[in-house]
């Protein structure tokens, strides 16, 4: 059995692969990365908090347990991914690998183009590639995003619905109503998996990522450390909020903080698409990977007070213009059962916080250093 891992060097395809060596005994783990992640938080003027390997010494790292390689490539290359899926013939694929910023998308013109074509081509690649190298019975599991839902004032359900409109009724896919071009890309990786899968017959995993928390593994952390960003670009909330926090800037909440958004641990996270990988795929299934909604202000507030109790520090929540086009208000309800099932007991997001506060807490003069890269231009403290 082989389990090719796409996006092996970011934040959650790191610690997947390593776990993925700690599970399975036998199988071959091939991880594939082209290191963009590493240039495009370069490119903005900021660094991970975490101190990591480089590329090379991760390749020795991972290389050493003797079932992993580690393959460098660009998968929006048809020649690439075509040689990779013939050579690996893989049983099983974590499609991981992205532009995974909503705000890196919305910079220009050319971040929104490079965005959808990163994405959307790479995916493609992939699912034709396995389609022509006649491996139609590969497990897809593929990353997507919850950001896709966009914000219905109405139960969220995992990825399909009833309809009943004028006397007729059918389940559906959910529609998409993306809020960024990140997200976009996202809504046509799904729609391209439903095609192959409809078509083609091939079995996705489509997991609906929601915003992940957390700053290290069982297996990724002290010398394997995933990276953690902080900046406004790549920095998800959670993450710069405890960053903000550590070195006593004000927890900076957009607008009234009053948007519920769904987040999951990094450890529930990284489970879960190991816990797919010992399955073989059945149909087209979705899994809202989400512990539940949370308020943006009530988030500050956990962290205000985790800050206080792990760190001794107080600090202030300022609220600051919202930079993004979202409703200011709303109540997310996300129905996680397909996802539940995968995890069993979920992490609490607060010991993540206080996983995130002992990881970084060393790292304090790196986070002052770059504190500038905490808000967008016009929104400095």
């Known amino acids: ?17 390593l ?36 590329p090379a010494e991760r390749r020795k790292k991972v290389e050493k347990i003797g079932r992993i390689s580690f393959v460098e490539g660009d998968l929006t290359s048809k020649e690439f991914v075509n040689m990779l899926v013939r050579v690996y013939q893989p049983d099983t694929i974590i499609h991981l690998a992205a532009q995974p910023s909503a705000p890196y998308s919305q910079i220009s013109w050319e ?10 081509i790479s995916t493609l690649n992939l699912l034709w590639a396995l389609k022509e190298n006649g491996l139609l019975d590969t497990h897809f599991i593929a990353a997507t995003t919850t950001g896709v839902y966009g914000a219905p004032e109405y139960p969220i ?38 095609l192959a899968h409809k078509q083609w017959g091939l079995p996705v995993s ?14 990724a952390k002290n010398e394997l450390s995933t990276r953690f960003d902080f900046d406004f670009y790549f920095g998800v909330v959670t993450h710069r909020f405890c960053a903000q926090a550590l070195i006593g800037y004000p927890i900076t909440v957009y607008g009234k903080g009053l948007q519920g958004k769904p987040f999951v641990t990094l450890k529930d996270c990284v489970e ?23 308020k943006i202000v009530d988030l500050a507030r956990m962290i205000q007070e985790a800050a206080e109790e792990e760190i ?3 600090v202030e929540v300022k609220h600051v213009p919202n930079p993004r086009v979202e409703k200011e208000e709303h109540e997310m309800v996300i129905e996680n059962e397909n996802f539940r099932k995968l995890v069993g007991k979920p992490t609490d997001l607060k010991e ?13 003069k790196v986070i002052e250093a770059y504190k500038d890269r905490f808000l967008p231009k016009g929104l400095k403290k």
């Open 111 to 120: 971040k929104a183009v490079y965005t959808q074509f990163n994405n959307n």
């Open 312 to 314: 001794g520090l107080e």
């Open 206 to 219: 489509d997991v609906r990522v929601a915003i992940v928390t957390g700053a290290t593994t069982e297996e």
């Open 272 to 294: 879960s698409f190991v816990e797919l990988a010992k399955r073989d795929g059945d149909g087209y299934r979705v899994y809202n990977q989400t512990l539940g909604a949370v």
């Open 352 to 364: 993540a916080i206080k996983d995130i506060f002992s990881t970084i807490e060393p790292r304090k």
């Open 1 to 17: 059995m082989t389990i090719l891992v796409t996006g092996a060097d970011g934040y959650i395809g790191w610690p997947v692969l």
């Open 157 to 194: 359900p995992e990825g399909f619905y009833e309809v009943e409109y004028k006397g007729g009724r059918d389940i559906v896919p959910h529609p998409h109503m993306a809020g960024s071009f990140y997200h976009m890309s996202k809504c046509n990786d799904i729609n391209n998996m439903f």
């Open 19 to 54: 776990k993925l060596a700690e599970t399975f005994s036998d199988e071959r783990i091939v991880g594939v990365d082209n290191f963009a992640r590493r240039r495009w938080v370069e490119e903005i003027g900021s660094v991970s908090a975490t101190e990591i390997l480089s």
